[in-house]
């Protein structure tokens, strides 16, 4: 199945021919900041499959955390597109709401970073919450 997603003003676009690994919301600080301070729901989904169809984003990786993510974003409105690390090998996470169909993203299937979570996050009823990740 092919996915296909961009930013907020059109210049950066994506595709993607990989079905998603997982389907998850993370309430870790960080994603707080990068959302305005809701979680963030990603969409796991091969790097192999995964290609910028137009336009290059701009990635940042913080130099100060121990295993730190490269979130990549359009350097013209600044929509997060994604995020990869080395915990997660081979993988990218794609932001749902960067999707042109978000209906795909369906529903998290696990959330992760409840370490994090604040009193005005919900954690959707019936999926696993890990602390951290899981198996970490």
Known sequence: MEIEGGCYCG???????STALFKGVCFCRECQYISGGGANFVMGVA?????????TPKGFTRGDLESPVTREFCPDCGTHLLAK????????MLKAGTLDDPSVYESPQMA?????KQAFH??????????RTPGA
């Open 11 to 17: 210049n950066v676009r994506y595709k993607t021919d």
């Open 47 to 55: 790097e192999g499959g995964f290609e910028y169809t137009k336009g």
């Open 85 to 92: 690390g080395k915990g997660m090998p081979g993988a990218l």
């Open 112 to 116: 992760i970073y409840t370490c994090d």
């Open 122 to 131: 919900q954690i959707p009823e019936g999926i696993p919450s890990f602390e």
